[in-house]
């Protein structure tokens, strides 16, 4: 995989990256002058520039970067009248020649080897994304219905399903609560966050002395001093005479209502009930108050206690043992009162020890509750935190065997993979060891003559007999020579001499070594080769870059074509494999294009085909109020430099360029006309900004060119205009 980066440079926003992939051997980018085409061929010259400081390029590998731009020209030969040799192979000695043509191959065969284990690698970790991502999902599932409540503010920064399930992974320990039990917890937390409990205090529960209770046990019985004592005892009614002596007011008996009483039996009955009697009664009864006010006093206090808590809530067990006290302690006072009124019944109270027991433990309970909330709150995020850590082990536990299943699978696919790697490992180190024996072999082959005479041969080729290079004397540089003339004969060149001489020198960069030895793999960018070349040799640039480059590269090095020329762009597809598949393995297109920022787009073969056309639609959209006529003139001049270029008129189209210039007195018409001729951009600030008229008459001038050329037959085709046959003809 090899993926350049692009951002936040030139044209290309800093808001998004631009992502190209350059992983097949051969990518082809076609863009019109100012897309965008050369900031891509100016990472790879020079990607420590502080321009290009958010660009990147990821590759496997280790790579020479071999560009052929407008600044290698400069740099190499234009404020330079020595170029740096090339080392490249001599054939002289074919023993080594076949050395190394056996190493090469073995080479090759390794590589060969390291790509289908990167494959079967790569397939694993397919395998391995798959079963995670699998997993992933399930446990996103799983975990759906604790999304849904509070618990989601304690998964903060983990609420996404990647996050997610990575967080649950790395959980080291379980916890078997429910996720219910840390909802409550929290909500409990939460709702109390700026307010603490008070603990609750029990008081003591009322109890008789033991002096007491042998009271209530023990019947009061009347005196025995008065004559009455055996009678009433007899009769058993001592707690009713007693009860009816408090009535008697007159001679009225209190029972029968007859005037049977007088002083003498009201004494014999005051008798019976003596003073320790009175006073065992009197005792009876300061227990029944202070009992009673006890009873009360202890359900109050306690009450208040638990409602003053603001902890305990209504529905809390320990309301139920309350109301069972308070039951056991009112029968207690009805016992006492009956006492009261029965001296000489005996009687005992209810043992609520046991309810008495309960509450204490619930009490002690809701205690411990209150102090470690109280705790909490006064550490609250320390304790939110703790319940976030808990609410993440009970997750853990609760996709324990979604995890651990699926650690099982994982662990066996990335033994399998770490094999392989170890494998690659061992090749990888062969690969290094034949390569050092590689470099050894060609530096007992490698000069810099075989150069010289490579590059003055396809001088002569091309027509360029003229030109020479030639070795400096005792330093491994070469000089540019026009017969016996060598001072500064690079700015004496034409564009095209330049051009060629420069592209010869740059393919012999390609083949050979500035170093000897020097054996990485290599990253070719060719940035427009043909931008100052006639049409003629546009087929002569192609086949070198196709034959040399494309062919003559091993298989692992990446070539990196862009140009703005449409038949050169065409010529290399003539060139490439004519079967699809062959083409799609080792090509890519792709295409830059710029609005308001550059982009680049892949494109297909079919949509070269029709770029020609494409243009032509451009302008009608723009006749159509479509497209902003700002595109204009550089639509304009793309379609007259491939017409006539196409149909060998380019004089007849400076011609008329000029006749139009010279018949125009507005300087913007006159600077359009140069535009069209020249192919330039120095005169594009005088045709930004068009308005509706200037548009119009941009068209009126671009149809005036066909028509002084005798081409309006085609202008009014691809317009669609109908054409009378008169004219036709």
């Keep these: ?77 234009y404020h330079k009248s020595e170029q740096p040799g090339v080392f490249t192979l001599s054939q002289s000695n074919k023993e080594v020649m076949e050395e190394i ?32 991502n699998s997993c992933k999902e399930a446990v996103w599932k799983k975990t759906a219905h604790i999304r849904t409540t509070e618990l989601t503010e304690l998964m903060t920064k983990s609420l996404r399903k990647d996050s997610l399930y990575s967080k649950i992974c790395i959980q080291d320990k379980k916890d078997e609560d429910s996720s219910g039990d840390v909802l409550n917890e929290y909500k409990k937390l939460k709702n109390n966050k700026t307010s603490s409990f008070s603990s609750i205090y029990h008081p003591s529960m009322p109890i008789l002395n033991i002096q007491q209770e042998e009271l209530l046990l023990t019947p009061l019985i009347p005196s025995s001093n008065s004559y009455l004592s055996n009678v009433i005892e007899e009769l058993g009614n001592a707690d009713w005479v007693k009860l009816g002596l408090g009535y008697v007011s007159d001679t009225r008996c209190p029972f029968c209502q007859s005037d049977t009483v007088n002083n003498d039996f009201l004494k014999a ?116 935190s703790n319940l976030s850590n808990k609410l993440w082990m009970v997750l853990r536990n609760l996709c324990g065997d979604l995890i651990d299943n699926n650690k099982v699978n994982m662990d066996e696919l990335n033994g399998d993979k770490s094999l392989m790697l170890e494998r690659k490992a061992v090749i990888e180190r062969e690969v290094q060891q034949e390569k050092d024996r590689l470099s050894e072999l060609r530096k007992q082959v490698s000069n810099m003559d075989e150069t010289v005479d490579k590059i003055n041969s396809s001088l002569k080729r091309l027509g360029l007999s003229g030109l020479e290079i030639k070795k400096a004397h005792e330093r491994n540089f070469f000089q540019i020579h026009r017969g016996n003339d060598n001072v500064e004969i690079y700015k004496s060149l034409s564009e095209g001499e330049k051009t060629i001489i420069t592209f010869l020198y740059f393919l012999e960069c390609c083949e050979g070594q500035f170093e000897e030895g020097d054996l990485k793999d290599k990253i070719i960018v060719i940035d427009d080769p043909i931008s100052s070349l006639s049409h003629d040799y546009i087929y002569e640039i192609s086949s070198l870059i196709h034959y040399r480059i494309i062919q003559g590269m091993p298989s692992d090095a990446k070539i990196l074509i862009l140009t703005h020329n449409l038949f050169f762009f065409q010529e290399l597809l003539k060139l490439a494999p004519p079967k699809v598949k062959n083409f799609e393995k080792q090509y890519s297109l792709l295409r830059v294009v710029k609005n308001e920022f550059s982009d680049v787009i892949t494109m297909s073969k079919g949509d070269i085909k029709n770029e020609y056309e494409s243009y032509w639609e451009l302008l009608k959209n723009v006749k159509d109020g479509i497209v902003n006529p700002v595109i204009l003139p550089n639509v304009m001049r793309n379609i007259l430099e491939y017409y006539f270029s196409f149909s060998c008129k380019l004089d007849n189209l400076k011609i008329a360029l000029e006749q139009l210039a010279e018949s125009e007195n507005d300087i913007t018409y006159k600077s359009f006309c140069r535009y ?48 009378d046959k008169e004219i036709a003809e």
């Design 269 to 384: 009955i005051r008798d019976v009930f003596d003073e320790t009697y009175e006073k065992k009664l009197n005792d009876l009864k300061g227990i029944h108050n202070n009992y009673s006010n006890a009873c009360d006093e202890y359900i109050k206090n306690l009450e208040d206690s638990l409602n003053g808590s603001g902890y305990i809530s209504n529905d809390d067990s320990i309301w139920n043992l309350i109301k069972q006290i308070g039951q056991s302690l009112v029968l207690n006072k009805s016992a006492l009162k009956e006492k009261i009124e029965k001296p000489s019944a005996v009687i005992s109270l209810i043992d609520s020890s046991n309810i008495h027991d309960k509450l204490n433990a619930r009490i002690k309970s809701l205690n411990g509750e209150i102090k470690e909330i109280n705790e909490r709150l006064n550490e609250y995020e320390i304790s939110v």
């Design 1 to 77: 995989m090899a993926q350049l980066v692009i951002k936040n440079v030139r044209s290309y926003s800093k808001e998004r990256s631009i992502n190209i992939d350059l992983s097949k051997k051969v990518n082809l980018i076609y863009g019109q002058n100012g897309s965008g085409k050369s900031t891509i061929s100016g990472y790879f010259y020079s990607p420590s520039n502080v321009a290009y400081n958010e660009c990147s390029f990821s590759r496997e590998g280790d790579y020479n970067y071999i560009v052929y731009n407008s600044q290698f020209v400069e740099d190499s030969f």
């Design 676 to 723: 069209m001729h020249r192919g330039s951009h120095l005169d594009s600030s005088n045709i930004n900004n068009l308005g509706r008229g200037s548009t119009e008459k941009y068209f009126d001038i671009f149809k005036d060119v066909f028509n002084k050329t005798d081409d309006l037959p085609h202008y009014n085709r691809m317009f669609g205009v109908e054409i």
């Design 101 to 132: 043509k056996h190493s090469d191959k073995k080479i090759a065969s390794l590589k060969g080897r390291l790509i289908r284990l990167d494959n079967e690698v790569k397939e694993k970790d397919e395998m391995l994304i798959k079963l995670e």
